[in-house]
């Protein structure tokens, strides 16, 4: 009987998140066995893409995902680190392919709107999470 409501309030969540424009995010550890769920809001640069354009990328850094989408981009990307973590300075740096800064900022939530203002062409983006750096490469079409 228990199985039976703890699937149907499963089903329930799950279908209330999607309708709010929310997406599920698992972690497994290296056996595969799951780890954790958590409901994920998305942003306005995900959702307002058609599904086939929202390609997006992945990466761990320590014991944090980093992912970017989409990835070919129109001019707006999000940036997503999960878990954040608040305790350290967490940043990120858009630059070109010379290397000229073209916009910096913070990362203080978990998702990050960044719009690159550029012409079309390829960027640099480095995600600075304490003292561990990622670098992405962007494309703008």
């Not at 199985?3 to 799950?14: H, S």
């Not at 599920?24 to 995900?46: C, H, Q």
């Not at 058609?50 to 999000?78: D, M």
Request: with cysteine; glycine share 8%.
């Amino acid at each position: 009987m228990y199985r039976i409501i703890f699937l149907c309030l499963y089903v329930l969540c799950v279908g209330l998140a999607m309708a709010q424009g929310s997406k599920i995010a698992f972690t497994y550890d290296a056996d595969g066995n799951m780890e954790s769920r958590k409901v994920v809001p998305l942003t306005n640069a995900r959702s307002a893409a058609p599904e086939e354009e929202l390609q997006s990328e992945s990466s761990q850094l320590g014991e944090q995902t980093i992912t970017i989408y989409p990835n070919p981009t129109k001019g707006r990307i999000a940036l997503e680190v999960y878990p954040l973590d608040t305790e350290v300075k967490n940043s990120y740096s858009l630059m070109d392919l010379s290397g000229k800064l073209l916009e910096q900022g913070n990362i203080e939530n978990q998702i990050t709107d960044i719009h690159i203002e550029g012409g079309t062409g390829i960027y640099l983006l480095d995600v600075h999470l304490g003292k561990e750096v990622s670098r992405w490469k962007i494309i703008k079409q």
